[in-house]
């Protein structure tokens, strides 16, 4: 899985990866701020009712495990506050190595060659131009020491810079009224996320690692940064963005895993 879930154990076919959505169901309606609301709900037959769902035979399973993980994205963004800041760490915190995470081995990371680089950008954007490298590079700079946080379980801490990408949204043109902004990234993988947290000023663009510029395995020539999201919607190789208001689903998404992804 795109950073920060490595390629899964478990076969996902057709089926919603049953395990996976019951765990983040748990966790998100047991966490403090939902605990009344979970003791309500954390049933089969209380989020049966909720959801309106039979569980008579796999199909009505299927259904069923897909609205509880949409449930869950809606409990998640209601509950979002986009003016509340992640914890932020000191340099002598940050850990060393950053762990590498991909749904592939570190021999096939992408190479991008960012000499002819060029960043598409679509949707509802007045200014729909591509962006080369050094023009990202001029923007103005932010950085960040965070927490990346896995829903393996694992956590590290690194230093990013950037550029904040609500910045950049209205740099472009983007209509901030919009639900969604979608990524398409060069090995292949995709995402999306709500406005609000694209908007979040610790959202950053970045393009570079520790003081350097962004190396391969962390996402060259950019990634997503977001330390309000659990690592999986943070999007690395990011060669193509776009804003809508019809929901894009993600690569992990789309096999049944949490949309909202928050941290």
């Not at 021999?107 to 954007?125: A, H, M, R």
């Not at 190789?237 to 809508?244: L, Q």
Request: charged share 20%; glycine share 10%.
């Amino acid at each position: 899985m795109n950073n920060p879930i490595r390629k899964p154990s478990r076969p996902i076919g057709h089926s919603l990866d049953r395990e996976s959505i019951l765990i983040d169901a748990r966790r998100e309606l047991t966490m403090p701020s939902r605990r009344l609301f979970g003791q309500r709900l954390l049933t089969l037959g209380g989020l049966s009712m909720l959801t309106g769902c039979s569980l008579v035979d796999n199909d009505s399973v299927n259904k069923f495990l897909t609205a509880v993980s949409r449930l869950n994205d809606r409990a998640q963004a209601a509950l979002f506050d986009p003016k509340q800041l992640a914890p932020t760490y000191t340099e002598a915190q940050i850990t060393r190595p950053f762990p590498f995470n991909a749904f592939y081995g570190i021999d096939d990371v992408p190479e991008v060659d960012g000499s002819d680089y060029q960043l598409k950008i679509g949707g509802l954007v007045k200014g729909q131009r591509a962006w080369s490298l050094p023009e990202l590079y001029a923007l103005p700079h932010a950085e960040q020491i965070t927490r990346h946080i896995c829903v393996e379980g694992w956590s590290a801490i690194g230093r990013w810079g950037g550029t904040p990408f609500g910045d950049f949204l209205r740099r472009i043109g983007a209509d901030t009224s919009a639900k969604y902004v979608g990524f398409r990234c060069a090995d292949d993988y995709y995402e999306s996320i709500d406005m609000p947290t694209a908007l979040h000023p610790q959202t950053l663009l970045t393009f570079e690692y520790d003081g350097e510029r962004l190396p391969a395995k962390y996402g060259f020539p950019m990634k997503l940064r977001m330390p309000t999201k659990l690592g999986y919607k943070n999007p690395k190789h990011i060669v193509e963005m776009f804003v809508t208001n019809t929901f894009p689903g993600g690569y992990w998404v789309d096999q049944g895993y949490n949309w909202f992804g928050g941290s």
